[in-house]
């Protein structure tokens, strides 16, 4: 076919595509949804107006080298130190959850659809992963707190190196009956060879990008171009397979780095993302065929029900057993199980090896399961992932801090127990260090300039707190986000370091509060009053929140009628526009905001009984 016809075809493709995540946008639905029905509508099963054969082998490397950045680019959004507290969840999720996936697929499928059990553990593999491709947008959409969030897009890029490395020992073992020691040489390899590559091309990466004073913004980015083409090449030249985990270590270690013009690289890579994977999931849309997926027939529905509802929960709630993730936390991660770009392009690469092999029906066997799998988990999950977070309640308030000093930190610490989303600003690099050791995303930058607010997340903040040392930017801060960002008087709060300046900020609407008079106060009413006072002492034992009423078995009820935590006490509730002090008789009603006050964990048991 002529260079015209896939040119044509190309325009077509990357137009279509954008336009599909223009609707996903607009829409709230993650883009993916239309990018697979776009592929099924353009492929030979209905209009044939693109026909993937034309393509030859180039679609396999437009595949190939498409992952390779895509996957780079998930593990850019990635920073390490700000997942420490919950790397422990994360390496369960990528070992032990990749491992429990594939087998219990691989068991279901061997009885579903009678295949031999290598040819399902291959499946099982391959449909272990999750991928940034799907996992990415959605995170974006709904905004799902940081912890969640930081694991999701964390497993979704391992978990793909680690599948694809899986898979490939399982179909070793089906072409040569690889077992035993060569088993372990062959998966050790390649992790070696992934880790390997990723690392070095990280390493090189920030050598340059610090040391070339001459790297401009534009040489900066075809320079990581290069390099993640580079790696990816070296890796799989040397460990069949091993690229795709590469891509992911390689990411991890730049977006975890503190390097020259990265901003600029995570909007190229993001840009580039966007076209690749429009151009890769219309394109493997194409590829599907209704005569596979009919032959399957029910059972396939059958079988995606059981990975999303039995085995996907299973694997989740095993892997974090042990972990301080919440019962809502870990039931939206294991919602959250689409099946993405990596199993689709492996699945097409695996089944036409397959096919060579002459295992034709256990080739298109794999390639309709495939498929159907990763429609049905990208349509329902894309279309129910809002309901889902809302009834999980993993969606937290966005909250602005302006000063990573010790108050601020402090009180990004306890807004992120609360399970609340929170970035820190402070022109100080120690104080961001010292926020990013706690697990707190921090900005480092003027928060006097609307762009390092911007990228502070102002735009979709719901509160914003200024808690520096000094009235004046606290108190320019409160008025940028009054003046050009339509923050209300209850939406700021000031630290007010002189107290002669605390009406003046009280005039301007900002709600603010002294230090010293705070502390005096606190300190008056502790002689006398010991008791009640230490229950939220600064001591960090003692907690006060306010939870929005939602629980069904309390909803109707009076406070004295259900049993709350030892030390905690609900002491207001705030029912529209008033607000009442709580007492026995008190009837919770549904929209009700309850004050809970007490020591931390009582607190946070009585606030997830009330949700």
Known sequence: MSSTYLLTSLAGVIIIGILANILGQVLKIPSIVFLLFAGIILGPEITGLLDPGEFGNGIELMVGLSVAIIVFDGGLDIDIRQLRKIQHNIINLVTGGVV????????????????PFNIALLF????????????????RQIRANNKVSGILQAEAVLNDGVSVIFAALVFEWISTSLTGSKAIEFILLRLLDGAFFGILSGVVLLLVLRK???????????????????AFVSAENIGNQSGIMAMAIFGIFIGSSDVPHK???????????????????????????????QAIGFKGLVFVGILMFIIRPASVFLSTFSSDLKTGEKLFIAAMGPRGVVPASMAVYFSLRLRDSGMIVESENLLGLM?????????LIGLSVRYIANKTGVIPMEILIIGGGGVGRILGERFMQRGEN???????????????????????????????????GIEHAKYLVATTDQDNTNLL?????????????????????????LQTFRDLGISSISPNIATAVMLDGMVGHPVLFGMCEVSGEGDIVEVKAHNKKIIGKAIKDFSLPEDSLIVMIRRKDKSLIAHPETIIMEEDYVTIIGKHRAVQEAANKIR
């Open 100 to 115: 429990i996936t594939a087998l219990l697929c691989a068991i279901v499928t061997y009885f579903l659809f009678q295949l």
């Open 124 to 139: 099982g593999a391959l449909i272990s992963a999750t991928g940034p491709s799907v996992i990415t947008p959605i995170i």
């Open 212 to 230: 070339l004073p001459s790297i401009t913004p534009q040489y900066a980015r075809l320079f990581t171009v290069a390099v993640i083409l580079a």
């Open 263 to 293: 901003k600029v690289i995570k909007d190229f890579k993001e840009d580039i993302s966007i076209i690749l994977l429009s151009i890769i999931f219309i394109l493997l849309s194409t590829l599907i065929d209704f005569n596979y997926i």
């Open 371 to 379: 498929f159907i799998t990763i429609i049905t988990t990208v349509i």
């Open 422 to 456: 929170v970035v820190i600003i402070d022109n100080n690099e120690e104080n961001c260090r010292k926020a990013t050791k706690l697990g707190i995303k921090a900005i480092h930058g003027n928060a006097e300039e609307i762009s390092i607010l911007k990228k502070g």
């Open 477 to 501: 801060v409160c008025q940028i986000a009054k003046t050009k960002f339509g923050f209300t008087q209850e939406k700021l709060v000031a630290r007010v370091n002189k107290p002669e300046n």
